[in-house]
């Protein structure tokens, strides 16, 4: 937050209206794909057009009464809830050790930690698939969780870091010259300042578990499958609207999350400086 | 949300805090449990390549395979192309996107995150909708009359190029602009005092500045299309096989051998070019843009 001014042009008015509209095409095309599917999904025919002919709520009813569907979402769900636990706890106390400790080999293992961002998914899920294979634990819900942390944890990594390395700690050094210990300190303190980024993270992690394919299509058993890989199936074969309204409302859900972290981001940011 | 972006200013010198005098030890339990759950996999994965005679054979018969070499061949061709793509289309956004109003620059922002949230299958899933033989396209060529007859656009390489571009722009977009937001606005001012252009201001203010954004999204961008998977499996034909489904395609064939030695290749090769580019790649910045 440097008191620089912002960058205006002020010159150029041609040259800026032909980047606004550049900008513009661009932005259709990005948001465009997005939203098209959510009229789809309200079609009254079993053919993907554009408008629809006919309205209905036939295949939102065909999700929500079909078995195989309904546990598919419970899977992800109870998947991606155990994963945001477990990548939260782990990757918040990495971060603290990250930011405050001093240990040889620190840029090795952060690069380390924060390396499943960059390997290729195939990579990390036939290794998984291989050993969980070995172990005899394939298609286990919290084997599937377990592969999903290792995936989504750098988001909580990077997201408490950011808050950690803007934070004042002369204010924990306060909270224990008035006698607060260690655990007090950080209940009362280090953790409500840290709150935002601690939130944003587990939220990153819960979506990246959601939504995560490639690993899940090598470990979860047949039939009992997690939502993305249960709509890929169905992509391969049968490709009716049931996916738009599946697909209508994880964007739902998309947009509300990310409404959520970027408020989260912002109080982080307002806090760290 | 450039939480990440902004180097630290304010705050005093980081202490060793009095709560715990070896804070370094919290990243053990993390350090421990990727150890097992990812490490240990994937070398014990790596280990296969070497074959059950320890004589690397399926790495000689991955290196020497000719449907590899064009494999490889195809998904390096497709991962420049589609960096170059993501490049042209978002710099100019990025730059709008830093030089627009406030109330804009947050509209633009969100159409470039909500995609961004939202999985790579419901976006893959769009285009094959977009692009199907009824789909959008078709039918808005044929209302124009520029067709006469729906084209073959699913199942091509120009589907998964389009499907691939859409969803990395984002990457590519939020680190060039949020270099841009960092640019002192003051430059532009004494570059337009001095009586430079809009050209001129771009070409030797903003693009050098910005600079530091397009390697890490262009690095970003090429290191991801190198492991991409869904998409072209979805929107492809037949001659879009990528590396990741070369090596899924072998497992599912029961070579896990050398489906192992073609992940070898793949990661050395992600991981080679991490290391070279690993000061322009800033993770920090790429991810604490946005996801």
Request: aromatic share 10%.
């Amino acid at each position: 937050m440097s008191a620089a001014p912002p960058l205006v042009m002020s010159s150029g008015r041609a040259g800026r209206a032909l980047l606004g509209l550049l900008a513009l095409a661009v932005v259709v095309f990005l948001v465009f794909p997005v939203f098209v599917i959510i009229p789809i999904s309200f079609s009254g025919s079993s053919f993907l057009t554009f408008p629809p002919e006919s309205l209905s709520l036939q295949w939102y009813e065909k999700f929500l009464s079909r078995a195989d569907w309904l546990e598919a979402t419970w899977l992800s769900l109870w998947v991606a809830a155990l994963v945001t636990v477990l990548a939260t706890v782990l990757g918040t106390a990495a971060a603290f050790g990250v930011v405050r400790g001093r240990f040889p080999g620190q840029k090795l293992v952060v690069a380390f930690l924060l390396s499943p961002l960059i390997v290729p998914g195939i990579i990390v899920a036939i290794a998984v698939y291989f050993f969980y294979a070995r172990l005899g634990i394939v298609g286990s819900p919290v084997a599937i969780a377990v592969a999903h942390t290792a995936l989504a944890v750098p988001f909580v990594v990077v997201n408490v870091s950011a808050v950690l390395h803007g934070f004042d700690t002369r204010l924990e050094q306060a909270a224990q010259n008035l006698g607060a210990g260690t655990w007090t300190t950080f209940r009362l303190v280090t953790f409500p300042l840290i709150r935002p980024g601690v939130f944003a993270g587990g939220l990153f992690a819960f979506i990246t578990s959601f939504d995560e394919l490639i690993v899940a299509l090598f470990i979860t058993a047949p039939g009992h499958v997690t939502l993305p890989a249960r709509m890929w199936e169905s992509m391969r074969n049968e490709i009716d609207p049931t996916i738009a309204a599946v697909s209508t409302l994880e964007i739902v859900l998309s947009v509300a999350l990310f409404f959520v972290a970027g408020r989260l981001q912002a109080r982080a940011a307002e806090r760290g400086a | 949300m450039s939480a990440l972006a902004e180097p630290m200013a304010a705050a005093p010198p980081r202490r060793a805090g009095a709560a715990w005098r070896k804070p370094g030890l919290l990243v053990l339990p993390l350090l421990a449990f990727l150890a097992v759950f990812y490490l240990v996999p994937v070398l014990m994965m790596l280990s296969r390549a070497s074959g059950p005679a320890l004589d690397f054979a399926p790495v000689q018969a991955a290196l020497t395979s000719g449907v590899a070499a064009q494999v490889f061949w195809i998904t390096l061709k497709v991962a420049v192309i589609t960096t170059l793509a993501t490049l042209v289309l978002g710099y100019p956004l990025a730059l709008f996107t830093a030089i627009a109003p406030p109330w804009l620059s947050r509209l633009l922002l969100a159409a470039v995150m909500i995609p961004f949230w939202s999985s790579i299958l419901v976006r893959s899933y769009a285009w094959m909708v977009l692009l199907g033989r009824q789909g959008m396209v078709n039918e808005a060529l044929i209302g124009l009359g520029l067709i006469e007859t729906p084209m073959r656009l699913l199942n091509t390489s120009f589907a998964v190029y389009v499907g691939m571009i859409h969803i990395l722009l984002p990457f590519m977009v939020l680190p060039i602009y949020a270099t841009m937001k960092g640019i002192d606005g003051r430059l532009v001012w004494a570059a337009e005092n001095l009586g430079a252009g809009a050209l001129s201001v771009l070409r030797f203010v903003i693009l050098p500045l910005s600079l530091p954004g397009v390697f890490a999204g262009v690095l970003v961008v090429f290191i991801l299309c190198l492991g991409f998977y869904v998409t072209p499996a979805l929107l492809g034909g037949p001659g879009d096989l990528m590396a990741s489904m070369l090596i899924a395609q072998e497992v599912d064939l029961y070579n896990w051998d050398l489906a192992s030695a073609y992940a070898a290749v793949l990661l050395v090769v992600t991981l080679l070019i991490v290391a070279a580019f690993s000061r322009l790649l800033s993770l920090d910045r790429v991810m604490g843009a946005g996801r």
